[in-house]
């Protein structure tokens, strides 16, 4: 699971990034 998570570090930053405009 950590090796899947360190592969892709921008799904979670896209994830963020999404919730944020989201919500503005």
């Known amino acids: ?3 899947s998570f ?3 570090p ?3 930053e ?3 990034r999404a919730v944020e ?3 503005n």
Do not use: D, P, R
Request: proline share 0%; aromatic share 6%.
């Open 14 to 16: 896209t994830i963020y």
């Open 10 to 12: 921008c799904t979670l």
């Open 21 to 23: 405009k989201s919500l």
């Open 6 to 8: 360190m592969e892709s």
């Open 1 to 3: 699971m950590e090796n």
